[in-house]
Every structure is written in structure tokens, then in C-alpha cells.
Nanobody
Framework: QVQLVESGGGLVQAGGSLRLSCAAS????????MGWFRQAPGKEREFVAA????????HFANPVKGRFTISRDNAKNTVYLQMNNLKPADTAVYYC????????????????????WGQGTQVTVSS
């Protein structure tokens, strides 16, 4: 069992930055691939970024490539999403998720690939 708690969301102006954190409980955090998703009002949850269990592989959705980075610290049971040059279109609730069976980038992009989810943190980007 893994419990995930996101933090770091807030209100920021366009062009600004935020760093989201996701703290995980449980001794097996390092065995999970981790992902970030987001959901805007009236829209489906969409993939943002993912990182392999050891941090060696990352994958990003096209809209955030070059602006967002994902990293993890297995000693602290935490995964991070650094968001730079934020745009109003990035406004959403951001969720972190843990998946134990993810091998390919295609799998990492799928909501159904993840076993555990956090409660989400709101990110609002004003124009």
C-alpha cells in the first residue's frame, strides 16, 4: 500500500514557476514508477510526466516538454514536478500517481497503469 500526498500548488502569474512535491508513505516507494497527471474543469485527466523507479528514464506530454521537469528522491520517498514558464492552459488540479507495472512510455501515459493516486493540488495560472 502506498499513500501519496501532493503539495506546492498555488496561484502564479503566466511565465512564473512552481514546484510540486509528492510525498509517499510505505517502504516500497523506490520500486514504483511515478507519474504526474492533471485535470482541468470539464476535461478528462491527462498525462503530464513520468519517471522510472530509479530516475533514469523520464517522459513528458508534448504541451509541457521543455518547460516541466520531473525528478525523484528515493531516500526521501518524494517525487517532484518543476514547472517553469507556466501558461494559463496549465491551470488544473495536479495529481501524482504510483505504478508498479509500468515498463514503456505508452504505459506511463495511461491512467489505468497506476495503482495509487494522491488527492491532488490546485495550480492556477493567471494571464
Amino acid at each position: 500500500q502506498v499513500q501519496l500526498v501532493e503539495s506546492g500548488g498555488g496561484l502564479v502569474q503566466a511565465g512564473g514557476s512552481l514546484r510540486l512535491s509528492c510525498a509517499a508513505s510505505g517502504r516500497t516507494f523506490s520500486s514504483y514508477a511515478m507519474g504526474w497527471f492533471r485535470q482541468a474543469p470539464g476535461k478528462e485527466r491527462e498525462f503530464v510526466a513520468a519517471i522510472s523507479w530509479n530516475g533514469n528514464y523520464t517522459h513528458f506530454a508534448n504541451p509541457v516538454k521543455g518547460r516541466f521537469t520531473i525528478s525523484r528522491d528515493n531516500a526521501k520517498n518524494t517525487v517532484y514536478l518543476q514547472m517553469n514558464n507556466l501558461k494559463p492552459a496549465d491551470t488544473a488540479v495536479y495529481y501524482c500517481a504510483a505504478g508498479g507495472r509500468i515498463v514503456t512510455p505508452a504505459q506511463a501515459m495511461g491512467v489505468e497503469s497506476y495503482d495509487y493516486w494522491g488527492q491532488g493540488t490546485q495550480v492556477t495560472v493567471s494571464s
